[in-house]
């Protein structure tokens, strides 16, 4: 559970700190000069990591934020960052934690 | 067409030759030295993007040959070498020329 300090009425820090924490698999990592949240999902061959690209992709479209997907056999990789601001947003978290659904189900 | 070089009677060169000249698109990089080819197909969007990965992730099981397929905004890369020479061989042109066949159809 996230507590609001004593004395603050903004929520939105809490909210960001749950939706970090709910992506702890994720790593931060910084290419051309953009911060990105990125994670390898493992899966048993080719077939599959093509599978779940197709899965993560059509999320993507559905929520019109398109994400860097690198298929390899046993295994997609999947980059989220915000073309617009050149960095994360809170969306991107967002997105995270519902590629990781889809990964769970 | 290719020619034998006379006093040769070993055709592989020649065909060789051929099939790189095919796939004049690609580049030859190299990644954690290994050489790979490697060419970027510019589409209009993302589901454009999927739709082109998917079928050369197709090609790769009905091949049993698996590249790297790194879907974007607006664009595919699509990676091939062999794996157990750790190099390019043969068959990696053969299937990169199969790849280009799927982008233009």
Same mark, same amino acid.
């Given at each position: 559970m996230c507590r609001v300090p004593q004395? /603050?009425?903004? /929520?939105d820090g809490c909210r960001d700190r749950r939706v970090s924490s709910q992506v702890s698999d994720w790593d931060i990592v910084e290419l051309d000069g953009i911060k990105r949240l990125r994670r390898v999902f493992s899966v048993d061959n080719f077939a599959q990591a093509l599978e779940f690209t197709k899965k993560v992709g059509e999320l993507a479209e559905e929520e019109m934020h398109h994400p860097a997907l690198l298929t390899e056999w046993g295994r997609t990789t999947v980059t989220w960052w915000t073309h617009k601001i050149k960095g994360l947003h809170r969306n991107d978290f967002i997105m995270a934690a519902k590629t990781d659904e889809l990964y769970q189900r």
């Amino acid at each position: 559970m996230c507590r609001v300090p004593q004395g /603050r009425t903004d /929520r939105d820090g809490c909210r960001d700190r749950r939706v970090s924490s709910q992506v702890s698999d994720w790593d931060i990592v910084e290419l051309d000069g953009i911060k990105r949240l990125r994670r390898v999902f493992s899966v048993d061959n080719f077939a599959q990591a093509l599978e779940f690209t197709k899965k993560v992709g059509e999320l993507a479209e559905e929520e019109m934020h398109h994400p860097a997907l690198l298929t390899e056999w046993g295994r997609t990789t999947v980059t989220w960052w915000t073309h617009k601001i050149k960095g994360l947003h809170r969306n991107d978290f967002i997105m995270a934690a519902k590629t990781d659904e889809l990964y769970q189900r």
